[in-house]
């Protein structure tokens, strides 16, 4: 038998199998697109929500107020001096953003081309850019409280915690810094949480970083003039 020479309906066996190879990519391809677009509505549904919840029930700003007004006994700022009622609000609030801060962060990775990097890490830097503190999905909202006691940095958790979503959303670096100890919040998104450097310099922002930033800056204007209505 001619192998070389078999065909059918005109094609040779080299076309055929061509064919074959381009019919399974494109099928291939068209899966991959679909399921892309799926995580992207499955990710633009989680965050819509997200953000209509914390303007509505976990806004830090005006937490931060009740804190320093009503709830602190002393100026150590901690979550220990609060008052029964503030602690419980405290807690309420620090264990949304816990639940929910991994999970956006696992949804958005897969809209990513690395979708291995789907771990946050949040990390308290001392004045010199040295890690003090790193925070990650299983020291839940324990880890939160004990960091904001040791270091007293209670309101700058809740601060950045508020502020952290829209960023993570954005993909815009992110970092805050407590005045009264020159102390600063920032986070990673990882493969790993338990490997990272001991030391965080603020680096240089890349152009896509500050496309980023100028996107979180219109999305705040665009909720004030919101307000304002």
């Given amino acids: 038998m001619k192998f070389l020479a078999y065909s059918i309906a005109g094609l040779d066996l080299t076309t055929i199998i061509v064919i074959f190879v381009g019919v399974i990519v494109a099928f291939a391809l068209l899966a991959m697109l679909i399921n892309s677009g799926k995580y992207h509505a499955r990710y633009k549904r989680f965050y819509k929500k997200m953000d209509k919840t914390i303007n509505k029930k976990f806004n830090g700003n005006l937490l931060n107020e009740d804190i320093i007004n009503l709830y602190a006994k002393d100026q150590t700022n901690t979550y220990k001096s609060l008052r029964k009622k503030g602690r419980k609000k405290v807690k309420k609030y620090f264990d949304y953003f816990v639940k929910s801060l991994p999970e956006q962060v696992m949804l958005k990775s897969f809209t990513t081309a690395d979708k291995n990097k789907n771990q946050i890490v949040i ?50 670096p992110y970092r805050f810094t407590n005045h009264d100890n020159d102390y600063v919040l920032t986070y990673q998104i990882v493969k790993k949480v338990k490997r990272g450097k001991r030391k965080i310099r603020e680096k240089k922002l890349s152009r896509k970083e500050r496309k980023a930033l100028e996107k979180v800056k219109k999305a705040k204007e665009k909720k004030e003039r919101k307000k304002r209505k």
């Fill in 123 to 172: 990390l308290l830097l001392d004045e010199f850019d040295k890690v003090q503190y790193r925070w990650y999905a299983k020291r839940k909202t324990k880890g939160i409280l004990k960091a904001s006691d040791k270091y007293q940095m209670l309101t700058a958790f809740v601060a950045f915690l508020y502020e952290l979503p829209l960023n993570i959303h954005e993909g815009a």
